[in-house]
């Protein structure tokens, strides 16, 4: 008979030698066990730079991740470029197909890149501080990847023109919103393409989209975009669905969220360190920074982290009626339904047209 105890030295040691022939490497690794501050003397130590490219639509969107981690480890730069998250990732991967990788971290909305990435052994395992913390739907059990903090889209419209809240999909077919409502092609980024599908596969299919572009909505690249059109032309455009705004938004912004069961999207924005990092300390600092408690509390918006709760009132995202968080990894791990459903859109309302959202100065 085996005893506990040698079973358990057995265990481990299958564990610390994980070789993964695939990878060609050891896959795994410990949780951080450095502080904060121990990090952060290694990153300065190092060149006290870290490369971020995050998904986005709007230049300067990351703006106050970098002031908050700039100003929290004097000496370090977040250097941070935001694109949309379908073109950086297919830069990224020419930097790996060509071994000439000059980006450290990643935070993309494009979810399905991270297991493949994995398995091409493009990535650093590194399970940062606070990494038990954050909810298992949202971690990679061998620390090649994890949410960094959850984005979702909202109802929202301009108060000095919409008296009645809206708060279920069905509200945006109010004769109110003919012609004022303004949205972001689904054929042009993935989270609006699966609020598309949601939408309709909750009202009950096409009639609903039927009747939605019976209202002649405004089409425009970039999530951001519609805020920039509701607040600032003057009752021209009102309302809208695609994209997100805070959860206690300034006047003339309110904002609601649909309480339908798995109606609304929300995703965890995902995150990754490239095993060719030139700067990877840098790149475990930003990572350790990002899941700590401060950084997560004061952000807005939902955390990974279980310990955290929801934010304005709300409650923890896995108990928020409106919304499942583990839909968005499952839909974008289906490339080719992705593409039919894409191409379904463009054929109703045209391919996206316009500037990339990063240059309109919308
Ligand atoms: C911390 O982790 C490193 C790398 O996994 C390991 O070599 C080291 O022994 C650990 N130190 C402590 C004090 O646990
Ligand atoms: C900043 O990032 C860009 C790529 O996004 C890169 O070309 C540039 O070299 C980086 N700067 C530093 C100082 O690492
Ligand atoms: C909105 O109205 C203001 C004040 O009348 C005017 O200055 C501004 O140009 C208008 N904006 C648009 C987009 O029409
Ligand atoms: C904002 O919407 C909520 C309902 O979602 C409503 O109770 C509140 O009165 C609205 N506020 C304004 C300023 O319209």
């Known amino acids: 008979m085996v005893s506990s105890k040698l079973l358990f030295v057995l265990a481990s040691a299958a564990v610390s030698s994980?070789?993964?022939?695939?990878?060609?490497?050891?896959?795994?690794?410990?949780?951080?066990?450095?502080?904060?501050?121990?990090?952060?003397?290694?990153?300065?130590?190092?060149?006290?730079?870290?490369?971020?490219?995050?998904?986005?639509?709007?230049?300067?969107?990351?703006?106050?991740?970098?002031?908050?981690?700039?100003?929290?480890?004097?000496?370090?730069?977040?250097?941070?470029?935001?694109?949309?998250?379908?073109?950086?990732?297919?830069?990224?991967?020419?930097?790996?197909?060509?071994?000439d990788v000059y980006v450290d971290s990643v935070a993309l909305q494009t979810l399905h890149d991270?297991?493949?990435?994995?398995?091409?052994?493009?990535?650093?395992?590194?399970?940062?501080?606070?990494?038990?913390?954050?909810?298992?739907?949202?971690?990679?059990?061998?620390?090649?990847?994890?949410?960094?903090y959850v984005l979702n889209w909202a109802n929202r419209w301009n108060t000095d023109y919409v008296k009645e809240p809206i708060k279920e999909f069905d509200d945006f077919l109010r004769p109110e919103f003919k012609n004022k409502l303004i949205l972001t092609y689904p054929n042009d980024?993935?989270?609006?393409?699966?609020?598309?599908?949601?939408i309709m596969k909750q009202q009950g299919g096409y009639e609903w989209f039927e009747k939605l572009l019976a209202q002649k909505p405004r089409w425009v690249r970039g999530s951001a975009t519609p805020n920039t059109l509701i607040s600032n032309s003057n009752g021209t455009y009102t309302a809208s669905f695609t994209g997100s705004i805070g959860l206690t938004p300034s006047a003339p912004f309110n904002v609601s969220l649909p309480t339908a069961p798995n109606s609304f999207v929300s995703w965890p924005q995902t995150g990754a360190i490239?095993?060719?990092?030139?700067h990877p300390e840098g790149a475990k600092l930003l990572h350790s920074y990002i899941?700590?408690?401060?950084?997560?509390?004061?952000?807005?918006?939902?955390?990974?982290?279980?310990?955290?709760?929801?934010?304005?009132?709300?409650?923890?995202?896995?108990?928020?009626?409106?919304?499942?968080?583990?839909?968005?990894?499952?839909?974008?791990?289906d490339r080719a339904a992705v593409e039919r459903l894409r191409f379904y859109f463009e054929d109703k309302i045209g391919s996206a047209q316009g500037l990339s959202p990063l240059e309109d100065n919308l």
């Open 274 to 278: 490239l095993k060719d990092a030139p």
């Open 189 to 198: 980024d993935d989270a609006v393409l699966f609020a598309f599908d949601l």
């Open 291 to 333: 899941l700590s408690e401060e950084f997560q509390a004061a952000r807005g918006g939902w955390s990974v982290r279980s310990d955290i709760d929801g934010p304005a009132g709300y409650p923890k995202i896995f108990d928020v009626p409106g919304t499942d968080v583990t839909k968005f990894s499952e839909f974008m791990a």
């Open 18 to 99: 994980a070789f993964d022939p695939q990878l060609g490497y050891n896959s795994f690794v410990d949780v951080e066990n450095r502080t904060i501050d121990e990090i952060y003397q290694a990153a300065l130590k190092e060149g006290g730079t870290v490369t971020l490219w995050h998904g986005g639509d709007e230049k300067n969107q990351q703006n106050s991740l970098k002031q908050a981690f700039e100003e929290r480890f004097p000496g370090m730069t977040l250097n941070v470029t935001v694109d949309l998250s379908k073109y950086h990732d297919v830069n990224i991967d020419r930097q790996i197909a060509t071994g």
């Open 114 to 148: 991270y297991p493949r990435w994995k398995s091409q052994g493009a990535l650093l395992p590194y399970k940062p501080l606070g990494w038990d913390a954050l909810y298992k739907d949202f971690r990679d059990a061998d620390g090649y990847y994890n949410g960094f």
